[in-house]
Structure formats: C-alpha cells, structure tokens
T-cell receptor, first 111, second 113 residues
Framework: EDQVTQSPEALRLQEGESSSLNCSYT??????LFWYRQDPGKGPEFLFT???AGEEKEKERLKATLTKKESFLHITAPKPEDSATYLC????????????FGTGTRLTVIP | DAMVIQNPRYQVTQFGKPVTLSCSQT?????MYWYQQKSSQAPKLLFH???????NEADTPDNFQSRRPNTSFCFLDIRSPGLGDAAMYLC????????????FGPGTRLTVT
C-alpha cells in the first residue's frame, strides 16, 4: 500500500543547531514530493516540490533533497521562527487525487 | 496578492444544525479541494472540483456536500454536524491535479456543541 512516513514526530533544537527531518515513501513511479510548513491554527504553506532523485531545492535556512526512497528537509542554523510542523505529501501511484500526507514533524527551536 | 480566503475563520454550530463554510480564490486555479484536519493528524481529503467536475472521496460521509458556483468560490456544507465533525477545514487550490503544488487557505476551525 502506498504510504508516507515522517520522522521524528517531534524535534527540539537549540537556536543554531542544524538538523534534518525525514520523509520516506513507498509510492512507486513518484510524480512529485511536496513539503509544506504548517503553523498552529493555520493552513499549510507550500515550501518545495521535488520530482526526481538527486534534485535539491533551497529556501533561506531550508534545503530539501530527494532520493528514490525518501526526502530530507535540512534546517541549517534554525531560528525560533522556524518552529512549526513540517508536512510532506506525495500523489498516489494511480490516477486518484487523494494526496498522501505524512503526519508531520513538529519542530521547536529554542532561543 | 493572489490568495485563498476562507470564511469564517471560526465557526460554532450546534449538534445537527447545518453549517456552510466558504472558500474563495484569486489564483484562477482550476482545482479546489476541501480537507478535514483533526488535531495532530494529517489533512484528509474530502472532495475536490476540477473545474466543474466534482470528485468525492470514497470514504467521505454523505453528511458532507460541496458546491462550486464559479471558478473563484467553493462551499462546504455539513448537513447535520456531529461532535466528531469538529475539526479544522482547509480549502486548497492548484493549477491542475495532484502533481501540482496546492495552496491552502488559513482554514476554518469548526466547533460543534
């Protein structure tokens, strides 16, 4: 069954302490992997789309990478304002439109 | 700025009393989605419109209905809300199908008393 798994569920970092979040997927024939940021009580905010293994995208302190089995969201020298839940999502293998979302990693950056 | 707008941001309704949530977009996107998100869970797709074509997810209860009168607006109707329907309801849009990024509105937090 197609699936998306994110780890860790929660991560606490000191300000400036770099780390990575993981999104592993089992969808074959990947048609894109999406990263979103979600602040409490708000809708997800689009960050990146990755389409092929080896692809990388960057935005400020965030860099997303993709392999054939997983994606990483690297956070370099995080600041407290980076605290949020980070969600990844993939389209299913079939023509269905039910985008598979992971349950997210809740990141807290402590000043 | 082009955006996705949801109204109201907070809605309180009584058990069994119909409620309508509204979504509008200035992105001129073809697809509009409605998701339900409960605390600490992933967003769950309820249905979507591709232009005027309505697509219901197999496990979406009949209690949930949707209307899209034009490109810009989409409504979520909950005919008889139960306590289990209390959640954040998210509207999203995209240019095309699921291979395109989706842009979400701020959500409507529904409370059922």
């Amino acid at each position: 069954e197609d699936q998306v798994t994110q780890s860790p569920e929660a991560l606490r970092l000191q300000e400036g302490e770099s780390s990575s979040l993981n999104c592993s997927y089992t969808v074959s024939g990947l048609r894109g992997l999406f990263w979103y940021r979600q602040d409490p009580g708000k809708g997800p905010e689009f960050l990146f789309t990755l389409y092929s293994a080896g692809e990388e995208k960057e935005k400020e302190r965030l860099k997303a990478t993709l392999t054939k089995k997983e994606s990483f969201l690297h956070i370099t020298a995080p600041k407290p304002e980076d605290s949020a839940t980070y969600l990844c999502a993939v389209p299913p293998r079939t023509g269905a439109n039910n985008l598979f979302f992971g349950t997210g990693t809740r990141l807290t950056v402590i000043p | 700025d082009a955006m996705v707008i949801q109204n109201p941001r907070y809605q309180v309704t009584q058990f069994g009393k119909p409620v309508t949530l509204s979504c509008s977009q200035t992105l001129n996107h073809n697809v509009m989605y409605w998701y339900q998100q409960k605390s600490s869970q992933a967003p769950k797709l309820l249905f979507h419109y591709y232009d005027k074509d309505f697509n219901n997810e197999a496990d979406t209860p009949d209690n949930f209905q949707s209307r899209r009168p034009n490109t810009s607006f989409c409504f979520l109707d909950i005919r008889s809300p139960g306590l289990g329907d209390a959640a954040m309801y998210l509207c999203a849009t995209s240019r095309g199908g699921v291979t395109y990024e989706q842009y979400f509105g701020p959500g409507t937090r529904l409370t059922v008393t």
